[in-house]
């Protein structure tokens, strides 16, 4: 059966061996790019061994894996013959994939791009995921880099978190999202706990460890990781390098800002140049020309011809660039290194970029339904006369 949200249920009639598997359920998340307006698959099977389950959906014309679980069977379980134990994997699989989907669900509802909580709010939940996710650090953590089949789940699932704590949209790279949500890979970030533990381990063995101590380890390791995630962004032919170029250059600061200063959905699509731009809108397909649709100038619409040169916000460039004591041919990066040091700074660019954003929204969508009224008149049929009511009559030979 299938339905939207709710999950279609696949038993195999085949019994296969299962390999071993852990006592207790458990539930992986491969992809958490799930989309509840589209039918999910549930698929299960069952073996004399244990039970097998897993979630995919239809996405971008392939089936893709949402999550997957198996467990032992039990003493008693194992009695059970062929057909019933394929029915228990249904069974078992519908009452703890529902919970899974209620949960993701959930989330998914708690942070949309708009009109959701601002960005210390998505970072607490943010963070509530992460610290499932990193459970158990200390033990794993010099594991995940030499298993590769963990690291690309992992990675996808970093990427949604990230995505939704800034408010980006699907298309935003995962060093960019991460990057602006300040959301480090899980791989360093498992890696960090496992030193972290191990020092303080061994300062608490010798009697060394004190408060001073084990801030120095935090910070030390803080740099440490800084300096890796440096490395692995500055490789060369690797996505997000728009946003990149902003903020990899002043990382620790960036990392280390008031937490009030937040990310919002029109601060993301500057940061990333994935937006109301022409150039971006040209990209995806849904612009014949990159253009500027504002000023009706033949500039390239992208994120600096809004912000610096557009005739179209001219009054309020010229506020914001007065109250932050930018030069006329600033950048990004000119910006951050001063909206990261002061909270009014900051509230100034928002509203700037809130402001023209908007209108730039608006603009646009004036000029679409314009487009879409006149192709709806051209196309409307005429008044249709006796001769045009005649059947058409096929024939066809063999």
Not at 52 to 63: F, N, P
Not at 123 to 136: E, K, Q
Not at 273 to 295: E, N, V
Not at 337 to 351: G, K, P, Q, T, Y
Request: charge should be positive; charged fraction near 25%.
């Amino acid at each position: 059966m299938r339905g939207s949200p709710s999950v279609a249920e696949s038993a195999s009639p085949k019994s296969s061996e299962i390999p071993s598997t852990p006592s207790r359920p458990s539930l992986t998340v491969e992809n958490d790019t799930s989309n509840f307006s589209q039918p999910l698959t549930l698929q299960t099977n069952a073996s004399a061994y244990g039970l097998g389950a897993v979630l995919t959906q239809q996405l971008d014309q392939e089936e893709q894996v949402i999550a997957y679980t198996s467990r032992t069977l039990n003493p008693a379980e194992k009695n059970y013959s062929a057909t019933e134990l394929e029915c228990l994997a249904v069974v078992w699989r519908i009452r703890r994939m529902r919970d899974y989907l209620r949960v993701v669900r959930a989330l998914y509802r708690l942070m949309p791009n708009l009109r959701g909580p601002d960005e210390r709010r998505r970072r607490l939940f943010a963070n509530v995921i992460m610290s499932v996710v990193l459970y158990g650090a200390p033990v794993w953590g010099d594991r995940i880099v030499k298993k590769s089949c963990t690291v690309p789940a992992l990675h996808r699932l970093h990427r949604t978190i990230a995505q939704r704590v800034i408010s980006a949209y699907r298309t935003v790279s995962s060093n960019a999202a991460s990057l602006l949500a300040r959301l480090p890979p899980i791989k360093l970030l498992a890696i960090v706990r496992k030193r972290t533990f191990e020092k303080t381990k061994e300062l608490r063995d010798n009697g060394n460890l004190d408060p001073i101590s084990r801030r120095e380890i935090k910070e030390t390791e803080f740099a440490n990781m800084c300096n890796e995630w440096r490395t692995l962004l500055e490789k060369p032919n690797t996505p997000g390098e728009f946003t990149k170029l902003i903020i990899v250059p002043r990382l620790e600061n960036w990392l280390n800002r008031d937490t009030i200063n937040g990310m919002t959905f029109h601060l993301t699509q500057v940061f990333t140049g994935h937006g109301c731009f022409s150039k971006f809108l040209h990209m995806i397909g849904k612009k014949t020309d990159p253009t500027c649709f504002a000023c009706g100038m033949d500039d390239t619409d992208d994120v600096y011809h809004t912000l610096r040169e557009c005739p179209m916000w001219d009054t309020q460039r010229l506020t914001m660039k007065e109250k932050l004591n930018l030069p006329r041919d600033f950048t990004l990066g000119d910006v951050v290194d001063i909206i990261v040091a002061s909270r009014e700074a900051w509230l100034a660019f928002s509203a700037f970029v809130e402001g023209i954003m908007k209108e730039k929204e608006d603009v646009e969508r004036r000029i679409e339904r314009a487009r879409l009224s006149s192709s709806a008149s051209s196309t409307s049929p005429q008044r249709r006369t006796r001769k045009d009511l005649k059947p058409t009559i096929r024939i066809r030979t063999r």
